[in-house]
């Protein structure tokens, strides 16, 4: 049976980076693994940065149709973002219209019953660093300002950590280089 592995946090907490480097150490380790990319990074590179909460649910659709498409031979699963972080996206671009807020309602119902039906095996939570901070504005992928990631974080570290406390979300605050070793650790591998 596949077991599932997503990353979660908010814009540059390395979501990407361990999600590539775990799926070398998983093929290194002769596991049958696929890799699911971020959808959103190809979007901006070809319709630049998402203005309404529309473009984030299509976003949304795209990266659930990338993750419902895996072989069914497959052990392990790494995938570069958790669909459900859509909803934190969203709420940035929301103007609080009453169609917006259907939306919104449907984009948490989603994160709520991926988290509480268990869809993920394992969630890795990034918290931000400082140096992740001051290494991810205007890389050309990233186009939250600095408040925006703080208030994105904020709202992360709340939803995952403090109000729901879930048994599969693995909070790594640890360096960068523990990451890895970290997470090999609890998937006892």
């Known amino acids: 049976m596949v077991k599932k592995i997503a990353f979660i946090g908010s814009p540059g907490a390395g979501k990407s980076t361990c999600c590539h480097h775990l799926f070398v150490k998983l093929k290194k380790k002769k596991k049958n693994v696929e890799l699911i990319s971020e959808f959103a990074r190809e979007y901006i590179q070809k319709h630049g940065s998402p ?20 072989p069914p031979n497959i052990e392990y699963v790494v995938m570069d973002t958790l669909p459900g972080l859509a909803f934190f996206y969203a709420s940035l671009y929301s103007t609080g219209s009453p169609r917006e807020r259907i939306l919104l309602a449907d984009f948490y119902k989603y994160l709520i019953d991926d988290l509480f039906l268990k869809k993920y095996d394992y969630i890795f939570y990034l918290p931000k660093t400082e140096e992740d901070q001051q290494n991810i504005l205007n890389d050309g992928t ?32 640890c360096n960068f280089n523990d990451r890895i070793p970290t997470i090999l650790k609890i998937l006892n591998l």
């Open 142 to 173: 990233r186009y939250q300002s600095s408040s925006d990631i703080d208030i994105l974080e904020t709202y992360m570290d709340l939803i995952f950590n403090k109000l729901h406390k879930f048994d599969n979300i693995y909070k790594l605050d």
């Open 51 to 70: 203005q309404t909460i529309y473009e984030q649910y299509s976003i949304y659709i795209e990266q659930k149709n990338r993750e419902e498409n895996i």
